[in-house]
């Protein structure tokens, strides 16, 4: 069974780096897949953050972008998200997941299946 | 465009059908995937495309699309079923990924 996990730390000061790690089991990143990063902060909607197809490619959300790396250690199985500089608009719950899109619809179809708990991070000094 | 629409609540009596929505420009070219999200928990895929279900999700819910619409349908919504809903799909470029900005429903 397919389990993801976030970790990092739970308190960032404005000004740094936010430093996430999914751990996954149950499948190896590099078989296929995308792997993302979505956040949820306090009393709002789900943001995606970014995503990174096994192969490597990276898809950020644009509004985002200038500040967000998602990479992949395959190594140890995980995936990192760091996100530069960031402000109080930053705190939120952050997750990860596993992204599918299919093809032999009559559109394609995208969704994240399996998702981590969340961790909440919040941005303070 | 990278927007998807939907209406911030609906309230559904027990055992009725309720239709939840999610417009964008993206849903021309493809289709939603649907998410149930309770509180402090993480969200949870319940329908993709026309009619696709994971394995474990009931019947009840089904999604549809038309045009630059999507719906997910609740059929005899339950109690367990009062959550927030949200809709996603890729952008119309097939580059980044978009949610809608959810829909509370609230079984009566």
């Known amino acids: 069974q397919v389990q993801l996990q976030e970790s990092g730390p739970g308190l960032v000061k404005p000004s740094e780096t936010l430093s996430l790690t999914c751990v996954v089991s149950g499948y190896s990143i590099t078989s296929g897949f995308f792997w993302g990063w979505i956040r949820q902060a306090p009393g709002k909607g789900l943001e995606c953050i970014g995503s990174m197809y096994y192969s490597g490619s990276t898809y950020y959300n644009p509004s985002l972008n200038s500040r967000v790396t998602i990479s992949i250690d395959k190594s140890k199985n995980h995936f990192s998200l760091e996100l530069d500089s960031v402000t109080a608009a930053d705190t939120a719950v952050y997750y990860c997941?596993?992204?599918?899109?299919?093809?032999?619809?009559?559109?394609?179809?995208?969704?994240?299946?399996?998702w981590g708990r969340g961790t909440v991070v919040t941005v303070s000094s | 465009s990278s927007e998807l629409t939907q209406d911030p609540a609906v309230s559904v009596a027990l055992g009725q059908t309720v239709r939840i929505t999610c417009q964008g420009d993206?849903?021309?070219?493809?289709?939603a995937s649907w998410y149930q999200q309770k509180p402090g928990r993480a969200p949870v895929l319940v329908a993709y495309?026309?009619?696709n279900r994971p394995s474990g999700i009931p019947d009840r819910f089904s999604g549809s699309s038309s045009g630059n619409t999507a719906s997910l349908t609740i059929t005899g919504a339950q109690a367990e079923d009062e959550a927030d809903y949200y809709c996603n799909s890729r952008d119309s470029n097939d580059n980044h990924v978009i949610f809608g900005g959810g829909t509370k429903v609230t079984v009566l």
């Open positions: 997941a596993r992204g599918e899109q299919r093809s032999g619809f009559d559109y394609p179809i995208f969704y994240f299946e399996y």
């Open positions: 993206s849903l021309r070219s493809h289709y």
């Open positions: 495309a026309r009619g």
